[in-house]
């Protein structure tokens, strides 16, 4: 039984091209800052839009970021063996993309 994607959306008033630079230094950040519990194993860049495929303590993990003028939408695939972690997850990816595209 495949889990439903989590999908979270944070408005932001950056534009594409701002908002795109802070969400790869998030990323950058979040290497370093969670290297113990993630890890990227796939980055693909295709104009604003975002696919991955990371490691999520060990598990395989796949998503999309898709950057709009005044929004991002991410879409991540927890594995069945975390999908108990999907309210957790959706409330962590919201509060970091928050963080990240909040501010002047």
Sequence with gaps: ??????????????????ATRRIKAGIEEARTHYAAKFKVAEETWDGDRLSFRI????????????????????EVKLSWYLGHMAKPAERFIQQEGARILSGP
């Excluded at 490691?55 to 991410?74: N, V, Y």
């Design 1 to 18: 039984m495949d889990l439903a994607p989590i999908v979270v959306v944070i408005p932001h008033r950056h534009g594409k091209v701002e």
């Design 55 to 74: 490691a999520l303590l060990g598990q395989p993990c796949t998503g999309t970021i898709e950057i709009g003028d005044d929004d991002a939408r991410a």
